[in-house]
Nanobody, 121 residues
Framework: QVQVVESGGGSVQAGGSLRLTCRVS????????MSWYRQAPGKEREFVSF???????NYSDSVKGRFTLSQDNTKRTVFLQMDNLKPEDTAMYYC???????????????WGQGTQVTITS
């Protein structure tokens, strides 16, 4: 079955950096596009960044210029480099796959369990 595993979260001071990693495995088919979302306590989950199959990324206005999303398609892994972090970046960060499936299951998006990012001032 499809597995989505995020890693790299932690606690850093404002102005610091973190690099999140998301790896997908266990699929029969999986499109190459992937996304990151985040959810702060008491708030709705929000879009952070998306990368398409040829490596073109886009970002929410709140992280543009500070976050960089890249991919290693051979390893089915994406990397979210987060620089100049702010306290408002504190959230659980989730990775979402493109359309993926294992065996006979219909293709659909899969979510990871999330990795916590905490930024202290």
């Amino acid at each position: 079955q499809v597995q989505v595993v995020e890693s790299g979260g932690g606690s850093v001071q404002a102005g610091g950096s973190l690099r999140l990693t998301c790896r997908v495995s266990g699929f029969t088919f999986c499109s190459l596009d992937m996304s990151w979302y985040r959810q702060a306590p008491g708030k709705e989950r929000e879009f952070v960044s998306f990368i398409d199959s040829v490596g073109i990324a886009n970002y929410s206005d709140s992280v543009k210029g500070r976050f960089t999303l890249s991919q290693d398609n051979t390893k089915r892994t994406v990397f979210l480099q987060m620089d100049n972090l702010k306290p408002e970046d504190t959230a659980m960060y989730y990775c979402k796959t493109g359309l993926c499936g294992s065996g006979p299951e219909p293709l659909h998006n899969h979510w990871g369990q999330g990795t916590q990012v905490t930024i202290t001032s």
